[in-house]
């Protein structure tokens, strides 16, 4: 035997050992690294989780009836009462005043594409979600271009739903913009579903203004809003509706057609328009803040 190999033979258990232990020292850290890696993918699913809704879009709660309102909210903070019917409200905005009364939902709104809409969406957004808000509304009768309406075009809305609504999908439920119902209305609608390609839509927002004896029509048109959400079925919100005529003609309509909305599983919610004590419209607000005659009837009945 040479004296390499004595040495050899007399090193070989060391060698053997100082083996064993890299390759313990090296499975041990890779065992390390997949649990963190595994803990760090079950931390971020459940950060995920913490934001994504059920769907498709169902309702949690019963309660249908709105208040669309101005800031301040001082006007929408005695419509609580026991057996009260009311659960959300908007603004056509985005910012919610902290004065907002803390048991009902606010809802966010993107009125339009302009800057004076899109400077602080995010965050007015992100602050209603966090308060407890599940839904965002669209734009505004953006098939109008005068009386209030935001005046885009078809496209020019799904480049701003996109960039601006669809990013919070699976933390709020998104509606579509909401359309008059106008001869225009309903056409520009089915070419905005055409084109959004890819979007995420959960709920159809809808206006009605007629005579508060033209029932017939309201459910007609409701059916026909239905219908223009195609293979999407999309439940209706009622954002806006009022019916002209007198008090007592206001009063009638809204005590027939209240059930029947609330009745209809495709109907959502609804908001009488509104709540301001000088609207000439049958307003639900009276000067001193407490529910009107007519806000009575909405808010109990």
Known sequence: MTPLKALLLLLAPSLLALQVTASHQHQHQHVHEQRHEERHEENNSTLESRYVLPYPYNPLSPLKRGLPFNNPSKYIQTFKGAGSKISWAYNWDSYMDPGFPQNVEFVPML????????????????????????????????????????????????????????????????????????????????????????????????????SATNDAWFKL????????????????????????????????????????????SYIARYSWFWCDPKSTMGPLVDGNGNPSGLGNVYTYS
């Open 111 to 210: 009125w339009g594409d302009g800057a004076d809409h899109t400077a602080n969406w995010v965050k007015n957004v992100n602050d209603a979600i966090n308060r407890g808000c599940r839904h965002i509304l669209a734009f505004n009768e953006p098939d109008g271009c005068s009386g209030g309406g935001s005046c885009m075009s078809p496209q020019q809305a799904v480049n701003a739903y996109k960039k601006y609504i669809q990013p919070f999908k699976g933390r709020a439920y998104l509606g579509a913009p909401a359309v008059t119902n106008g001869p225009a209305g309903l056409p520009w609608l089915k070419e905005f579903f055409r084109l959004c390609t890819g979007c995420q839509i959960d709920f159809l927002p809808v206006h009605w203004y007629d």
């Open 221 to 264: 048109y409701m059916s026909q809003a239905y219908a223009a959400t195609g293979s999407l079925k999309l439940k209706l919100w009622v954002t806006e509706f009022n019916g002209s005529g007198t008090l007592a003609q206001k009063t009638d309509f809204l005590r027939r057609m209240m059930p029947w909305m609330d009745s209809q």
